[in-house]
């Protein structure tokens, strides 16, 4: 069974603050895929990050960066210096061979950030 | 521009009534999904297609069903067996079934 968890339901910052969201996930595949999506007030998701199983280089991109550790089963993301355009929903996601590679969603969280 | 599109944006379903549901992409790829999703939920997969011809039930596909005669389309129908229908519907595609999926607009579902 697989399963992704996001402990955090809501978090709220203030601007320039920076920010973690956690996700930690379960699956017995060896070969499988994270994601990061972000929902804002419109509703559409918006793709922001995936990380193979197979890499576990943890990466930079302007003010988003993210920590994959196999070992402890973490996709964390990290907004650094948030801006309240940042204030959304944020979906980890995981897809495997299991699942048809469908994408499985944790529950989300949701990030506030206020001038 | 290429993308995904869906319409309606709104829809109103009477209560024994049929409704589909529009997704449409020109981004030329194989694997097509719909997912749905309630109020402080994350989403949930009801259908997805690899190929052309081909669909697979994901884990609530009671009260849906879908076709996909053409690749760039993959309406999905909310059936009156379905008997808790609103919702936020989201349609999404990929190159392959590996790859990231990207995903339309969605459309609102309100039950009247």
């Known amino acids: 069974a697989q399963k992704v968890t996001q402990a955090q339901t809501e978090i709220s910052v203030v601007e320039k603050e920076d920010v973690t969201l956690d996700c930690v996930y379960e699956t017995r595949d060896t070969t499988y895929y994270l994601f990061w999506y972000k929902q804002p007030p419109s509703g559409e998701l918006v793709f922001l990050i995936r990380r193979n199983s197979f890499d576990e280089q943890n990466e930079i991109s302007g003010r988003y960066s993210w920590n994959f550790q196999k070992s402890t089963s973490s996709f964390n993301f990290t907004i650094t210096a948030s801006q309240v355009v940042d204030s959304a929903v944020y979906f980890c996601a995981l897809s495997s061979s299991n699942s048809g590679y469908a994408l499985n969603f944790g529950k989300g969280t949701s990030l506030l950030v206020t001038p | 521009d290429g993308g995904i599109t869906q319409s309606p944006k709104y829809l109103f379903r009477k209560e024994g009534q049929n409704v589909t549901l529009s997704c449409e992409q020109n981004?030329?790829?194989?694997?097509m999904y719909w997912y749905r999703q309630d109020p402080g939920q994350g989403l949930r997969l009801i259908y997805y297609?690899?190929?052309?011809?081909?669909?697979q039930k994901g884990d609530i596909a009671e009260g849906y069903s879908v076709s996909r005669e053409k690749k760039e389309s993959f309406p999905l129908t909310v059936t009156s067996a379905q008997k808790n229908p609103t919702a936020f519907y989201l349609c999404?595609?990929?190159?392959?079934?590996?790859?990231?999926?990207?995903f339309g607009p969605g459309t609102r579902l309100l039950v009247l």
């Open positions: 999404a595609s990929s190159q392959g079934r590996t790859e990231t999926q990207y």
């Open positions: 981004l030329n790829h194989d694997a």
């Open positions: 297609s690899q190929i052309v011809n081909d669909f």
